[in-house]
C-alpha cells in the first residue's frame, strides 16, 4: 500500500480528500436505511432552528442596553424596570433555545454517526480478512492496526465536525453578514466578510505547509509502533539472545524521530495560531473603531455598538474553533485516506461469479500436474501431481524448502495455482466458494498460534456452535483433558498471549482438539506433532489415527517415524514428486526415502550405542 507522497501538487492533494469525502458519504446517507436517513434530515433542521436563534442572541441584547440608556428612561424608573427585564428573558430564552436544539442535533445524530463507525471499521476488518496470505505476510500488524485505529478516529472527527461545526459556522457568518449590512451598511458586512476570508485562507496556506510535518508523524509512529509489538510479541527470542538493548536503540531510533517531526509540527502550529489571533483583531478594531465614530456622531446607539461588538465575539470563538477543526479535518483526511486504501487493494484469490458451494461425495483430493511459486523468478512446486483418495491417508515427506507446507496452503486455496489444478471429488477448488471450501477441511499447522483468551474458547474455535460436553470430548480425544482440568481454572484458563503461558506440546494438543471439534470430512496434519516429546507423540499419533480413520487425510511430516503406516508416501524434493509408495516399498528400492530414514534412525540411537 502505497503512502502519501508529501511532493504531490495542491491539485492531487485536493483530489484525494475529495475522493475521500465521497468514500465517506455513503456511510453517512446509507442505502436503504430510512431511519438513519430520517436523523440526518432532523439533524440538519434542528441545527438550522439553533442557528437562528443564536443570531437573534445579540438583537435582544442591543435592545436590553438601549432601553437601560438614557434614551430609553422616558417616565422614570417604572419605565426602565419594565422593558429590560423582558427582553433580558428573551435574551437568556434565545440563548437556552440555541443550546437546547444544538443538544438535540446531537443526540438525533449520534446514532447516524456511530453507525457509520462501526459500518466502516468492520468493512475494513473483513476486508482485512478477504485479503490473500500474501498481503499479509508482506504487512506489519503493528503497523496495519495503527493505519485502521487512527482511519476510524478520523471518520469519527470528520462526521461529528465537519457537517455539524464548519459549515454551520460558514452559515452563521452569512447570516450575521446580511444583519450587519441591513442594519448599518455594506462597510459593515464588507469588513466582517474580509476578514473571515483572510482569516480561512491564511489558515488554509499555513495548514498546508505544516502538513507534512502531521504524515512524518504518522510514519515515524506507525514505525515505533511496528518495532514495539514486533520485540514484544518475540519476547522469548530477544530474550534468549539477551538484546534488549538492541530492541531498546531499535525503539528509541524509531521514538527520537517521531519526537522531531512532532516538535516541528507544535512549532508550525504556534505560528498558525498567532497569525490568527492577529488577522481576528485586525478586522475587530477595524469595526468597532467604525461603529464607534457612527455612535459619536449620533448615527447608532449605544446597543448598536455592543451589537457589533457581540457578534464579532460571538463569530470569534467559532471561526477560532473553525481554525482547529479544519486543522484536524485535514489530519483526519489522511488519516482516513490511507485507511481507505486498504479497502481499495483488490483482492488476489476471489470467489467467481458463478462459484458454487463444494459438493463433497467422500472428499478425494487430487493435485493435477500443479506448478507454483510464490515469486515467478522462484518456482516452488513443480507439475506436482497425486491423489488422495476418500477415506485414505497420504504423507508428504522431504528436505525443508522442498515445498511441503505450500501444498497446504494451496489445498486451502490461499493462493492460486500458477498452472495445473486442484480438485476435490473431482471439483476444481478454484471454482467452488472459498467458505465452503475451507468448512470441510481440517488444519493442524506446524506453528500453532492460539488467541489470547481461554483454553474453553481456543478449542470451541474449531465449530463456535459447539456444546460443553463436544469441547471436553475433543479434548480427551486430543489427550489433553485431564491436564486442563488439573490447572486452577481449568477450561476458563487464559493462553497468554498467541499461547505463551503453553508449552509447545500443550499448544499443539489444544490445536488438535480445535480440529478434532471441527469434525471436517479432509483432514491435513502439517508437522502437528513436531513439537511434542516421543511419549506424547505417540499418544497424539494414535488419537490422530481415531480421528483421520474413514476421513481422507493428508499428513506434512519430517519425523518419518509418525507416516510408516501411510497409505501412500511422497517425497518430495526441490518441488518435484522424486518418489512414491508405501513404507516398506520405499525402503526396498533404497532411494531418498531409505536415505532419509537411514539418517533418522541414527539420530534416535542413544549416545554410545552400536
Not at 447516524?112 to 505476510?137: C, E, G, W, Y
Not at 538492541?246 to 519526537?259: G, L, P
Not at 486442484?422 to 470441510?440: C, E, F, M, P, Y
Request: aromatic fraction near 10%; charge should be neutral.
Amino acid at each position: 500500500m502505497s503512502k502519501p507522497n508529501l511532493y504531490d501538487t495542491k491539485d492531487e492533494r485536493g483530489n484525494r480528500q475529495y475522493r475521500t469525502l465521497v468514500t465517506l458519504l455513503p456511510y453517512l446517507w446509507p442505502s436503504g436505511h430510512w431511519s438513519m436517513r430520517g436523523r440526518v434530515i432532523v439533524a440538519l433542521a434542528l441545527l438550522a432552528l439553533s442557528k437562528l436563534a443564536n443570531v437573534y442572541v445579540p438583537l435582544f441584547y442591543r435592545d436590553a442596553v438601549d432601553a437601560l440608556s438614557g434614551k430609553a428612561v422616558v417616565d422614570g424608573a417604572v419605565l426602565a424596570a419594565a422593558v429590560p427585564v423582558g427582553l433580558l428573558l428573551a435574551y437568556g430564552g434565545a440563548r437556552v433555545v440555541s443550546v437546547a436544539f444544538g443538544e438535540l442535533r446531537e443526540a438525533v445524530f449520534a446514532r447516524v454517526a456511530q453507525r457509520a463507525i462501526r459500518t466502516a471499521a468492520l468493512r475494513t476488518f473483513q476486508h482485512l480478512h478477504v485479503l490473500s496470505l500474501r498481503f499479509h505476510m508482506n504487512r506489519q500488524t503493528g503497523g496495519l492496526s495503527r493505519i485502521i485505529e487512527r482511519g476510524v478516529k478520523g471518520i469519527e472527527f470528520v462526521l461529528a465536525f465537519m457537517m455539524f461545526n464548519i459549515l454551520p459556522t460558514l452559515f452563521e457568518i452569512l447570516l450575521v453578514c446580511g444583519i450587519l449590512w441591513k442594519l448599518f451598511n455594506f462597510w459593515y458586512a464588507l469588513v466582517t466578510f474580509l476578514t473571515i476570508g483572510i482569516y480561512i485562507g491564511f489558515t488554509l496556506v499555513v495548514t498546508e505547509w505544516r502538513l507534512k510535518y502531521r504524515r512524518a508523524m504518522n510514519d515515524r509512529d506507525t514505525e515505533a509502533n511496528t518495532k514495539a509489538i514486533d520485540s514484544l510479541l518475540n519476547y522469548e527470542t530477544v530474550k534468549y539472545f539477551g538484546n534488549e538493548a538492541h530492541e531498546a536503540r531499535r525503539f528509541d531510533s524509531a521514538m527520537q524521530a517521531y519526537e522531531t517531526a512532532s516538535v516541528k509540527s507544535t512549532v508550525s502550529l504556534s505560528y498558525l495560531n498567532v497569525g490568527q489571533g492577529a488577522v481576528i483583531a485586525v478586522g475587530l478594531i477595524i469595526v468597532m473603531l467604525m461603529a464607534g465614530h457612527g455612535v459619536v456622531d449620533g448615527e447608532m446607539t449605544l446597543g448598536d455598538f455592543v451589537l457589533v461588538n457581540a457578534y464579532l465575539i460571538q463569530l470569534y470563538l467559532p471561526l477560532n474553533f473553525l481554525g482547529f477543526v479544519y486543522r484536524q479535518i485535514r489530519q483526519s483526511l489522511t488519516d482516513m485516506e490511507a485507511m481507505f486504501k486498504v479497502l481499495d487493494i483488490e483482492t488476489e484469490v476471489s470467489d467467481r461469479p458463478d462459484a458454487q458451494p463444494l459438493a463433497l461425495n467422500g472428499g478425494s483430493v487430487e493435485f493435477d500436474h500443479v506448478d507454483f511459486g510464490y515469486d515467478a523468478r522462484r518456482p516452488i512446486l513443480r507439475d506436482v501431481s497425486f491423489t488422495v483418495p476418500s477415506g485414505k491417508t497420504v504423507a508428504i515427506v522431504g528436505p525443508s524448502g522442498a515445498g511441503k507446507s505450500t501444498i497446504s496452503r494451496l489445498l486451502f486455496r490461499f493462493y492460486d495455482v500458477n498452472g495445473g489444478a486442484v480438485r476435490i471429488d473431482g471439483q476444481d477448488i478454484a471454482s467452488v466458494t472459498q467458505k465452503s471450501l475451507r468448512s470441510s477441511i481440517g488444519i493442524v499447522p506446524q506453528d500453532t498460534v492460539l488467541f489470547n483468551d481461554s483454553i474453553y474458547y481456543n478449542i470451541l474455535y474449531g465449530r463456535p456452535g459447539a456444546s460443553p460436553s463436544e469441547v471436553e470430548n475433543a479434548a480427551r480425544l486430543a489427550r489433553i483433558h485431564d491436564f486442563i482440568t488439573a490447572l486452577p481454572d481449568g477450561y476458563e484458563s487464559n493462553v497468554g498471549e498467541r499461547g505463551l503461558k503453553l508449552s509447545g506440546g500443550e499448544k499443539q494438543r489444544v490445536a488438535i482438539a480445535r480440529t478434532i471439534l471441527k469434525s471436517p470430512t479432509i483432514l491435513l496434519f502439517d508437522e502437528a506433532t513436531s513439537a511434542l516429546d516421543t511419549h506424547t507423540e505417540k499418544e497424539i499419533q494414535e488419537s490422530l489415527r481415531e480421528v483421520s480413520s474413514n476421513r481422507t487425510t493428508l499428513v506434512i511430516a519430517h519425523r518419518l517415524s509418525t507416516v510408516i503406516d501411510a497409505d501412500e508416501i511422497l517425497v518430495l524434493e526441490e518441488g518435484r514428486v522424486v518418489e512414491r509408495g508405501r513404507h516398506a516399498d520405499l525402503l526396498s528400492t533404497n532411494g531418498a526415502y531409505a536415505a532419509m530414514w537411514r539418517k533418522q534412525q541414527e539420530t534416535a540411537k542413544p549416545v554410545g550405542s552400536e
